[in-house]
Nanobody, 122 residues
Framework: QVQLVESGGGLVQAGGSLRLSCTAS????????MGWYRQAPGKGREFVVL????????SYTDSVKGRFTISRDNAKNMVYLQMNSLKPEDTAIYYC???????????????WGQGTQVTVSS
């Protein structure tokens, strides 16, 4: 069974930095893309960033452009999110996302991690 496991959340002051990591594991599979969503208290889950694991192309939500950077390690099925110049409004649970194909020619499914809390104090 494929699992996504995040790490790296925590408490930081405004202007500080955090680095999140996410590992996909569990059998043989190929990953189309990986990324991060977040959910702030009282709000719905929102898109943050996505990276194509084949060509490395990325897509960021406007509010994090220039502050967050996603990178990947395909050999380890890992993605990283470097978050700089953090703001209180970045406070949320951050969920790792991956679109994965379990076998060649088979369907692709979305997988989610359990979430990691990021809290930015003012």
């Amino acid at each position: 069974q494929v699992q996504l496991v995040e790490s790296g959340g925590g408490l930081v002051q405004a202007g500080g930095s955090l680095r999140l990591s996410c590992t996909a594991s569990g059998g043989t599979f190929s990953v189309d893309n990986m990324g991060w969503y977040r959910q702030a208290p009282g709000k719905g889950r929102e898109f943050v960033v996505l990276i194509n694991c084949s060509d490395g192309s990325t897509s960021y939500t406007d509010s994090v452009k220039g502050r967050f950077t996603i990178s990947r390690d395909n050999a380890k099925n890992m993605v990283y999110l470097q978050m700089n110049s953090l703001k209180p409004e970045d406070t949320a649970i951050y969920y790792c996302y991956a679109r994965i194909q379990r076998r060649t020619g088979g369907p692709r499914y979305a997988y989610w991690g359990q979430g990691t809390q990021v809290t930015v104090s003012s």
